[in-house]
């Protein structure tokens, strides 16, 4: 990108590991001999195929032990959001003959929000379950939205842009009790923080090796045995018939050594992180006023810091950090392709203008205190100058002295 | 991140005439936070000719630098010449802009001429091409 003349940044601090974290070094030891030493596919009927074959198999159970569920059940795909589409229409359409209602919240990724608007095209009914100011879906409301011919529930575990975490047990527990499917979308959690199926209650999962440190273009979706889901492709027999293609092997293989690597340092990684993340958040809130704390306050993602700063919009703010060296993200209009507000945002209730503010910090295994300290410092000033060209701070400057 | 001309990044960093007119003339204000962007314009006018301009705005990169270049390109020039500012020049001048990014040029010409036509209406005058337009394309309709 282009920032103009203006001077070199003091430091380089990356804080939108949400966006897509590094590849470990040992992660990507791991892959390497599968690009050219091991190139066989694991589908061949001769010795080249054995070993990929092996190294994917092993995957399978690395990636099984992360969510705690079998091996068995996990099908590797591209993307989280290429899991999430199978999750919701493979699972709709297994389910054809039961009904053609689905519920998906409102703040869900557009990969699954939009997989149902699909459905919706074709004839199956979608509803949305509202959140809360903190993000916050109620079981309550789900349960009360389930009806006879209702096949699919679709809540995300972790929502990226605000963190909330979603009490995905309670609704389990109401979604089984119907009898109904039910999906989590947990790419964002899956790897940040502890994912057990079975707690959860869930019939499928989607995660992404990207979100712990793993390549990007492997993921997958765990699905339970035994349950009915028609693939998104037509093609070959792998995955069990379920996702046709060569497999990604060395991806693959990246995959399943993250999710070992993750299971390792879970606790460690998650203990390092909320105290960053707290520090961010009591910092920012001390050295910006107007400035609000979005998601839940403590049921959030552990590496995971998101604002909505008022007067002023997200995509200006993202490049005065940038030009200061600091990488963060935003769910501002602006930042949008379709230029329009966070649809996360505008569930929970937050007004337009004050969801044009919106910016997000995530933590991971790159970061310090000192980066956190760097961001504090720097952005009161960035803050500051975009106020002070903000026709809405100057009115509310003007009505604040008019009270007076 | 949308790919930003150098002209468009320098006058997003630095940008000219940002603040407000006390005593304006003209104020032209256009956007709505739905649409993302709000820019308002203050314009001083001596013999015909934009003396001094001046904005605020709300809004991303592009948005603050379509209002920067757009008041540079308006000061001193008669107000005649300040109508024929389109969003097509003003994105001309910022040596073009992402093309989701084109209807914040649109908000510049936009906010200037509504800040013009102020002052036409309070003095009771007519400018050649202020209207010729017609009801040029209003806040936050691109989608």
């Known amino acids: 990108m282009t920032t103009g003349n203006e001077k070199k940044p003091e430091k380089r601090v990356y804080l939108d590991y949400i966006a897509t974290t590094p590849v470990l070094p040992e992660v990507l030891q791991a892959m390497l001999p599968y690009f050219s030493d091991l190139y066989g596919n694991p589908q061949s009927f001769h010795s080249w195929g054995d070993e990929p074959g092996e190294a994917m198999e092993k995957a399978r159970e690395q990636v099984a032990a992360l969510v705690s569920g079998s091996a068995d059940e996990i099908v590797f795909t591209s993307s989280g959001s290429e899991a999430n589409n199978m999750a919701v229409k493979g699972l709709a359409q297994g389910q054809i003959d039961k009904g053609k209602h689905i519920i998906v919240s409102a703040i869900e990724h557009f990969s699954v929000l939009n997989a149902a608007r699909t459905l919706e095209k074709s004839d199956f009914e979608l509803t949305l379950v509202p959140v809360d100011k903190y993000g916050v879906i109620d079981p309550d409301e789900v349960a009360r939205n389930i009806r006879k011919d209702t096949i699919l529930v679709s809540v995300m575990h972790a929502n990226g842009e605000v963190g909330t975490i979603q009490p995905i047990a309670e609704i389990g527990k109401r979604v089984k009790e119907a009898g109904v499917l039910f999906h989590t979308d947990a790419v964002a959690s899956t790897g940040n923080t502890p994912v057990d199926v079975n707690e959860l209650g869930v019939d499928a999962l989607s995660l992404a090796a990207n979100q712990f440190y793993g390549p990007k273009g492997a993921a997958a979706l765990w699905v339970r045995k035994r349950t009915r889901l028609i693939p998104l492709m037509d093609g070959g027999v792998q995955e069990g018939g379920r996702r046709p293609g060569t497999e990604n092997v060395p991806a693959i293989v990246g995959l399943g050594k993250a999710a070992e690597l993750a299971v390792r340092d879970m606790t460690s990684r998650m203990r390092k992180f909320s105290q960053l993340r707290d520090g961010l958040i009591n910092g920012l809130l001390a050295a910006v006023d107007h400035t609000i704390l979005t998601g839940h306050p403590t049921q959030r993602l552990s590496h995971h810091a998101s604002f909505c700063i008022e007067f002023i919009e997200g995509e200006a703010m993202l490049l005065l950090l940038n030009s200061q060296g600091i990488a963060a993200s935003s769910g501002s209009a602006c930042t949008s392709r379709a230029l329009k507000a966070s649809h996360v945002l505008i569930a929970m209730g937050l007004p337009h203008e004050i969801a044009q503010g919106s910016l997000l910090f995530s933590l991971g295994i790159g970061n310090n205190e000192g980066d956190v300290d760097y961001v504090v410092e720097k952005m009161p000033p960035i803050v500051d100058r975009l106020r002070q060209m903000s026709p809405l701070y100057a009115k509310f400057i003007k009505e604040k002295r008019g009270v007076k | ?143």
């Open chain 2, 1 to 143: 991140m949308p790919m930003y001309s150098e002209k468009v990044m320098d006058h997003f960093m630095n940008p000219r005439n940002v603040g407000e007119i006390k005593d304006a003339d003209g104020i032209g204000e256009v956007g709505n936070p739905v649409c993302g962007d709000m820019m308002t314009f203050y314009i001083k006018v001596k013999d015909n000719r934009l003396e001094d301009v001046k904005f605020q705005t709300f809004g991303c990169g592009a948005a603050v630098a379509v209002s920067s270049i757009t008041s540079e390109m308006a000061k001193g020039k008669t107000l005649k010449e300040a109508v024929k500012i389109t969003p097509g020049l003003v994105a001309q001048e910022l040596e073009g802009l992402p093309k989701n990014k084109y209807h914040c040029s649109n908000l510049g010409a936009q906010a200037l001429r509504k800040a013009i036509r102020d002052y036409a209406q309070k003095k009771g005058i007519e400018i050649e091409g202020l209207e010729e337009k017609g009801e040029e394309h209003e806040e936050g309709e691109e989608d």
